[in-house]
């Protein structure tokens, strides 16, 4: 299971000091979510913090583009330090040519899907990740939605061998737990790492391991 813990959650006048608690207690990835106030109702971060964070991070970044017309900024967002770009479905007329373009351009590329689209949509593409949001993306701190969780065996059955199923929202060791049962290979948690009081135990038991029981 590859743990990636949302910055969105961290401290952001000590986003340096959590991103190091973080790794030092065994996330695999940082998950960084970009919203414009567009596509979603909120504003987050750009191409710059996200330059600041690669400067302090040593595992790869995840980033997570709730943005339109991400077509036109994952050349500045790999730039500045993504390892993993995942745009959204629902905000781009050619998903496989923005999977291509990311990778011609040296990234991996993830195609993330909100709640209320259908899992078949993604069947033919060919992305390195896929997203399912188990929430709606905007903010941080929502309720699990466990009937997304169920697209997992749809995504799973139609995606190419090797793609990476991550699921972002409303995880804990219970949902997380579901998410990993239906095939679920990535989870993003914000909230349940960021406030507890033991990362290391918060990560551990997002993979099952004997110290998150």
């Known amino acids: ?3 990636a813990p949302s910055l969105l959650s961290a401290d952001f006048a000590n986003l340096e000091r959590d991103i190091k608690r973080v790794e030092q207690a065994g996330a695999d990835w940082l998950h960084i979510d970009v919203m414009d106030g567009h596509f979603v109702p909120n504003i987050t971060i750009g191409v710059p913090v996200v330059k600041s964070i690669k400067k302090a ?4 970044l995840d980033v997570h583009l709730m943005i339109e017309n991400p077509e036109n900024y994952v050349e500045a967002f790999l730039d500045a330090g993504a390892d993993i770009i995942t745009f959204h479905y629902e905000a781009v007329a050619d998903p496989e040519a923005l999977i291509q373009k990311i990778r011609l351009l040296g990234g991996h590329a993830g195609v993330s899907i909100k709640p209320k689209t259908p899992p078949e949509v993604l069947k033919g593409l060919t992305p390195n990740l896929i997203l399912i949001m188990t929430v709606e993306p905007g ?7 466990p009937e997304c969780a169920e697209k997992i065996t749809t995504v ?3 995606a190419p061998k090797g793609t990476i199923i991550q699921v972002d929202g409303g995880i804990n060791e219970q949902t997380g737990k579901i998410c990993a049962d239906l095939g679920a290979t990535s989870l993003v948690a914000g ?23």
């Not at 903010?139 to 939605?145: H, L, R, S, V, W």
């Open 57 to 60: 991070a040593s595992v790869p």
């Open 191 to 213: 909230n349940y790492i960021f406030k507890s009081d033991d990362f290391v135990r918060a990560i551990m038991s997002l993979r099952g391991g004997q110290n998150g029981k």
């Open 1 to 3: 299971m590859i743990v």
């Open 139 to 145: 903010f941080g701190g929502q309720a699990f939605m």
């Open 156 to 158: 799973k059955r139609n």
